[in-house]
């Protein structure tokens, strides 16, 4: 039987809809292997392309030869009829009937939180998905995302860091590194996590995929957080399908008339939660850090000019006139305080003459 679920879902012509009209009329995968061409063609929402695409693609089909061909690849599937596919994904409306996998799935009995966000997003919204995620691994937390570019690959990139596991979900196959800056990223996921997509082998990555994979995202997550998003965006989509699944969505909030922050501050508007900080909300979602030997804050032994400079520095970037300003200090010295407090990890350089906290 999972010969003929791998057969459907790797048809390129085919969505999730169309499968579902195809099994409605043939019950099971086996039963569309085994008709005619004409009676699918028969079947409402399939055209006549894609009925022939069908009936091409089952002559000379070997079921064994291409569950071996993934494998070679690196990949699995996992149909929605075994055992090992995800009852997070069961549950939600529209489960994707079969799934295409590099590396693992996570894990039922661990906790799951998704983090999306802007792909153009700020240095302190990057920053503030970094600290969450690396928070969240610590205490054992699976960090769900989409491997974009911005807030989702920084979070999860976090979440390995610190030892834990992170799972992406594709808009397109799982043998497509999506963005290419985040190969780095896509290589070390299988390891420490999984990549995995609904999408067949070879499926590019279309604008179209992306609104459909974020149901994905939303559905391995118990709890979803959204770090910086704009009006219309992926990531309001994304909260919206975990509100529908019934799942607890979290918000950052930001500047009003910041339009990075738009999308955050409409959804707190409606009753999302409030990040306010990275140990409320581990308390709030009741995520425990594990007992280590505190270590000593960096910020207790700073001298009494860094102390100045490191309060005139904020969570948004400032730039070096600003912080002149309002320190009162001659600029040599500001620089070589600013220097010390990069080098002790409490202050970065974003871009040039510009000073954040971390």
Known sequence: ??????????????????????????????????????????????????????????????????????????????????????????????PPFGLFVKGGLPEEGKR????????????????????????????????????????????????????????????????????????????????????????????????????????????LSDVLLVIEARERSGSLITADLALEQGKDVYALPGRVGDPLSAGCNYLISQGAGIISSGKELLESLNFHKPNHKKKENPKNLLETREKVLYSCVDLHPKSLHEIASEAGLPIQEIMAALTALEMKGIVEEPMKNYYVRR
Not at 10 to 29: D, V, W
Not at 45 to 74: P, V, W
Not at 163 to 187: I, K, M
């Open 112 to 219: 799951s939180v998704g983090i999306v966000g802007a792909r153009r997003c700020s240095s302190y919204g990057r920053r503030m998905a970094e600290k969450l995620a690396a928070s969240l691994a610590q205490c054992g937390a699976q960090i769900i995302s989409g491997m974009a570019m911005g807030i989702d690959g920084y979070a999860q990139e976090a979440a390995l860091r610190e030892g834990g596991a992170s799972f992406a979900v594709l808009g397109c196959g799982a043998d497509v590194c999506y963005p290419r800056q985040n190969r780095e990223l896509y290589g070390r996921l299988p390891e420490s996590g999984g990549v995995l997509s609904e999408y067949p082998p070879g499926r590019e990555p279309l604008p179209l995929h992306f609104p459909i994979r974020n149901r994905l995202i939303s559905g």
């Open 1 to 94: 039987m999972e010969e003929y679920w791998l057969w459907l879902c790797s048809q390129k012509e085919l969505y999730r809809r169309h499968i579902a009209c195809l099994l409605g009329r043939f019950a099971t995968p086996e039963g569309v292997f085994r008709a005619s061409k004409r009676e699918i063609e028969k079947v409402g929402g399939i055209s006549a392309e894609q009925a022939e695409a069908l009936d091409k693609s089952r002559q000379g089909f070997d079921g064994r030869e291409s569950l071996e061909k993934l494998e070679k690849q690196g990949m699995r599937f996992i149909s929605i009829a075994q055992g090992q596919y995800p009852d997070r994904l069961r549950r939600i409306p529209d």
